[in-house]
């Protein structure tokens, strides 16, 4: 018995090579996001000086605001592992798993970014890497969002 093949163009080549090198450097960014953050506010004094009441760079934003990059980081490095595996798997929800991961970026990045736009010295630091980060983000979304939604490759490509 013959497997069926699709017609057209399948296979992981094409525009998706650029997805896995975005995935992998997401992976890789991750790991260096997590261990920065964990190394640099929870191993030493900065967690104590942003958080104390009694300290000049206190505001109450910053514990929620750590907290919650740390918690998103650590989720979005296991949910990246779960996507670049059902990439290579070819799973039939790959292009789902994408259009989450594009729009979970670009959401997280505008709330982080109003967040911390609430704390007065993080709002004086900001050089505007952040709203840089947040329009090569809506950038991604309005480019692959489409594509795995309406791309040939994409549809004869995850059908397992």
């Not at 057209?8 to 920065?36: E, H, Y």
């Not at 709203?131 to 939604?149: G, L």
């Amino acid at each position: 018995m013959r497997e069926h093949r699709p017609l057209g163009v399948s296979g992981l080549g094409g525009w998706l090579i650029l997805i896995q090198i975005g995935l992998w450097f997401t992976l890789i960014m991750l790991l260096v996001q997590i261990n920065q953050s964990m190394l640099t506010i929870f191993n030493t004094e900065t967690w104590e000086v942003l958080t104390a009441k009694d300290s000049g760079l206190y505001h109450p934003l910053w514990a929620p605001v750590i907290i919650f990059e740390t918690v998103f980081n650590l989720m979005f490095l296991v949910f990246t592992v779960y996507v670049i595996v059902a990439f290579y798997r070819k799973k039939a929800i790959l292009p789902r798993l994408m259009i989450i991961f594009y729009s979970l970026s670009l959401g997280v990045g505008i709330v982080d970014y109003l967040l911390l736009y609430q704390i007065p010295i993080a709002r004086e630091l900001e050089d505007g890497s952040s709203v840089r980060d947040i329009a090569r983000s809506a950038i991604a979304c309005a480019i692959w969002i489409p594509y795995f939604i309406k791309s040939e490759r994409v549809q004869n490509t995850f059908v397992r």
